[in-house]
C-alpha cells in the first residue's frame, strides 16, 4: 500500500502520520510514478530554496516524470525554468505584481466584490464558491490581463479540467490544453492589432535588455498569469471562509478587529493552503534531505500543507489562530520560486473576506462541515461547493 493512500479525502491525518514516522517517504506521485515526498517544516523550507532540486524537466530521469503534457507554448513558463531564463521573464512579471501597484487595485476589487454580493439580496442562501470565490479572482486577473467578459467562463471550465482530471473523461484535458492554446492565440494576435492598456499589451510590447520574448515564452506567461492567478485564490477565499465559519470564536474577534485582516490573511494561508504540494523538483545530482538520499532525476515533492501544519513549528497547528505568528508559513513558496503574484492573492482574499462579513452579518455554513466535499486533487486544496445561510 502506498503510505501516502488517503491523501485526497484526509490529506492532513495522512501528513501527521508520514511527519511522525519519517521525515522523507517513497510515495506515487501525482502523475502515478515513484517520487520523494517530504513533510517537514525545516525540510521543506530548507528544499524549496535549495538549488540543487531544479523545476527544469531537463533534469528528470528519461521517463521518470510523467506529469501535465503541454505543447512547447504553453510549456515554457515560470513553473519550468531555472537562471537565466527564469530570472529574465521574472523580472518582466514583478514589475505588475509590486505591492505598490497591487495596493492601486484595492478599489477596483472591492467593487467587484460589491458588485458580486449585490446578487445575493438580503436573505437567502447561496453556494459561495461558485457565486463569489470563483467569479472574484477571474474577473480581476482577467481585467489585469485584458480578457475579455465573454471568454472567461470557458476559461473557468478549462482549467477545472486541468486542476482536478476526471478519470471518467481521459481526453478532457488534452481538449482543454488545445482549447485554452487557441484562445490565448487569438488573443495575442487581437491584443498586437489592437494594444490596450493591460499586462498582455506590456508583455508584447516590453523589451528586457533589448531582448523579446519568444513567442512560446509570451504566450507561456499569459497561460501561467491566468491559470495561477485564478486557481490559487479561488481556493484560498473559499478555505478562508469556511476556516471562519468552523471557528465562530475567530470569525467574531476577526468581525471586532477588522484592523487584524492583514494577520488574518497569512493565517488562512498557513492553515489550509491552495496547494497541498509545490511544483515538483528534480535534483540536479545526489541530494541529502532529511537524511535521505535522494537520487539525481528523481521527482521531490514538498508537502506545503504539511509543513504548515509541522507541531514543530507552529503549535496546535489544526487550529485557526488569527492572533498567531503565521510568518514564515510555506503557502506561497520560498527562494527565486516565491509566489510573483502573492501581493494580489493577499489584497484579494483580505477584500473579498472582509467585504463578505460585512455586507452579510448572519453568515452561516448550511451544512455539516464533514459533508462538504473537496476537489479531487492532489495539488490544489479546495472545496467543490460552499453552501451558506445568510
Not at 279 to 291: C, L
Request: net charge negative; with cysteine.
Amino acid at each position: 500500500m502506498d503510505p501516502a493512500e488517503g491523501l485526497i479525502d484526509h490529506p492532513y491525518a495522512v501528513y501527521d502520520r508520514l511527519r511522525d514516522t519519517a521525515p522523507v517517504h517513497r510515495v506515487a506521485g501525482t502523475d502515478g510514478n515513484p517520487a520523494w515526498l517530504v513533510t517537514r517544516y525545516e525540510d521543506v523550507r530548507e528544499a524549496l530554496a535549495n538549488p540543487l532540486l531544479s523545476m527544469d524537466k531537463k533534469h528528470a530521469l528519461p521517463g521518470g516524470y510523467q506529469g501535465l503534457s503541454l505543447p512547447p507554448a504553453l510549456d515554457a513558463n515560470l513553473l519550468n525554468m531555472e537562471a537565466p531564463d527564469h530570472t529574465r521573464i521574472r523580472r518582466l512579471v514583478v514589475r505588475a505584481f509590486t505591492s505598490r501597484r497591487i495596493e492601486q487595485l484595492r478599489t477596483p476589487v472591492r467593487e467587484t466584490a460589491d458588485r458580486l454580493l449585490d446578487a445575493f439580496g438580503p436573505h437567502g442562501s447561496a453556494d459561495l464558491m461558485t457565486a463569489y470565490a470563483a467569479p472574484l479572482p477571474i474577473t480581476v486577473i482577467c481585467d489585469l490581463l485584458g480578457i475579455p467578459g465573454e471568454h472567461r467562463r470557458d476559461f473557468r471550465a478549462w482549467t477545472d479540467v486541468l486542476v482536478a482530471p476526471d478519470p471518467t473523461r481521459p481526453g478532457a484535458a488534452k481538449e482543454a490544453v488545445a482549447a485554452m492554446l487557441g484562445f490565448l492565440t487569438q488573443l495575442l494576435a487581437d491584443k498586437r492589432k489592437k494594444p490596450a492598456d493591460d499586462l498582455l499589451s506590456d508583455l508584447i510590447a516590453v523589451r528586457d535588455e533589448g531582448d523579446r520574448l519568444t513567442e512560446d515564452e509570451l504566450m507561456s506567461l499569459a497561460f501561467l498569469i491566468l491559470f495561477a492567478g485564478y486557481e490559487n485564490t479561488v481556493q484560498l477565499i473559499g478555505n478562508a471562509i469556511l476556516g471562519l465559519l468552523t471557528h465562530p470564536d475567530q470569525l467574531a474577534a476577526l468581525r471586532a478587529n477588522p484592523e487584524r485582516f492583514p494577520n488574518a490573511v497569512e493565517e488562512f494561508a498557513r492553515h489550509e493552503g491552495p496547494a497541498l504540494l509545490a511544483i515538483r523538483r528534480f535534483p540536479v545530482e545526489d541530494v541529502t534531505i532529511g537524511a535521505v538520499t535522494v537520487p539525481a532525476g528523481e521527482t521531490v515533492l514538498l508537502s506545503l500543507a504539511a509543513a504548515n501544519r509541522d507541531p514543530a513549528r507552529f503549535p496546535d497547528p489544526e487550529r485557526l489562530d488569527l492572533g498567531r505568528d503565521a510568518s514564515g508559513h510555506l503557502a506561497l513558496g520560498r527562494g527565486i520560486h516565491y509566489c510573483v503574484g502573492a501581493p494580489l492573492a493577499r489584497l484579494e482574499t483580505e477584500i473579498a473576506v472582509s467585504a463578505l462579513l460585512e455586507r452579510l452579518p448572519d453568515l452561516a455554513l448550511d451544512t455539516d462541515p464533514a459533508e462538504l466535499r473537496w476537489r479531487p486533487s492532489l495539488r490544489a486544496r479546495g472545496l467543490l461547493a460552499l453552501p451558506v445561510t445568510y
